[in-house]
């Protein structure tokens, strides 16, 4: 019960990362949500207490969990969990889940639970060494250099010891020569299970926003900042990646970004900003947009993470980023049409 409730916890952080600011909670399903808490709570004390200790209440199944106007139903990155966690956490001590975080104590009317910041790391260990420093192959065509940065990135005892069992580690893919690399922040389920990035719902819609431009994904770099997919208490969900796994895996980013040189790197959600910039509890992608950043001399465009556009589907939310995607084809020196210009307006 504590893995789902910080699965739970992941994705509204996620969804916060993404931009959403608030989620709608049924009555129902926020009284669920504190019965769920409450026990936990009290079967951690009654073990701290001991054997003799009160048996825990039972708790009752909940209704529907939450229900959004920006989300489906349920949580939209979880899914049932395929096989059994190889790397099931301990649950014990039970640590401060910030409930209060998800849901507000006061059981207003309004059942708006504004999303709080980013500040805090999983409460369960993903620790990483900050020791790494990723050796850019000096000799050979770009492709031959990212080749031989992506053994080093597979024979990185780090990595390989946050990856999931049978799983793969995501290094990259695509025109060694590009011109637009697209940084995402961590691979997913279906990428470590493809070892590629953008291969799941968000890689497709990805895909259509890249043919948009008039460009294939073959022609682009994408990659991600992380090269392991973050670990859960679950193998199913995500969580942004901590500061530290960001911080960690950079080098292997920064690597790929001096070998292609591309024109312009599109960050994909304020998580990917935070990667290629440093954490910045208060930074937020609305206020990052229309900027031009900078990542070791490389023009960085910044955008929505297609996940939150998939979720966020409305036609102002596709013309934004759509409009970060011409001014990524301005930096880019790509031809833009007319027609172009004008995805997303009103028909005159
Ligand atoms: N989201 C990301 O940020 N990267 C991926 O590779 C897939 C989903």
């Given amino acids: 019960m504590r893995a789902e409730l910080e699965v739970l916890l992941g994705n509204l952080r996620a969804l916060k990362n993404e931009g959403t600011t608030e989620v709608f909670v049924s009555e129902e399903a926020l009284e669920a949500l504190r019965e769920r808490v409450a026990a936990v709570r009290e079967s ?180 991600n900042i992380m090269k392991w997919r973050p670990e859960l208490p679950t193998l199913y969900g995500n969580r942004p990646p901590t500061p530290d796994e960001m911080e960690y895996c950079l080098p292997y980013l920064a690597a790929q970004t001096e070998i292609i040189r591309p024109r312009v790197i599109v960050a994909l959600g304020l998580t990917a900003v935070n990667g290629l910039l440093g954490f910045d509890p208060d930074r937020r992608i609305g206020a990052m947009r229309g900027k031009t950043l900078d990542f070791r001399g490389i023009p960085v465009v910044a955008t929505y993470h297609p996940s939150y556009l998939l979720r966020n589907d409305s036609v102002k939310s596709k013309r934004a980023a759509w409009e970060d995607f011409l001014r990524m084809m301005e930096i880019a020196a790509l031809p833009i049409s007319v027609r172009q210009r004008n995805f997303f307006l009103p028909k005159k």
């Fill in 44 to 223: 951690v004390s009654t073990e701290t207490r001991g054997a003799d200790a009160a048996p825990v209440a039972s708790v009752r199944p909940a209704p529907s969990p939450v229900s959004s106007k920006k989300t489906p139903a349920t949580p939209p990155r979880i899914s049932p969990p395929p096989q059994q966690n190889p790397r099931a956490f301990e649950p014990e001590p039970f640590p401060p889940i910030s409930f209060d975080e998800i849901v507000s104590s006061k059981s207003s009317p309004a059942k708006s639970v504004a999303a709080s910041p980013e500040k805090k790391a999983p409460s369960f260990d993903v620790s990483v060494s900050k020791a790494r420093v990723a050796a850019v192959p000096a000799t050979g065509t770009n492709a031959e250099r990212l080749a031989a940065l992506c053994d080093q990135m597979l024979g990185d005892p780090i990595c390989n010891e946050h990856l999931h069992k049978g799983k793969h580690l995501v290094f990259g893919e695509g025109n060694a020569e590009a011109s637009v690399f697209f940084c995402g922040e961590a691979p997913g389920a279906e990428e470590e299970t493809a070892g590629r990035p953008f291969v799941g719902p968000a890689g497709k819609l990805l895909d259509k926003m890249i043919a948009a431009t008039g460009l294939s994904r073959e022609q682009v770099y994408i990659g």
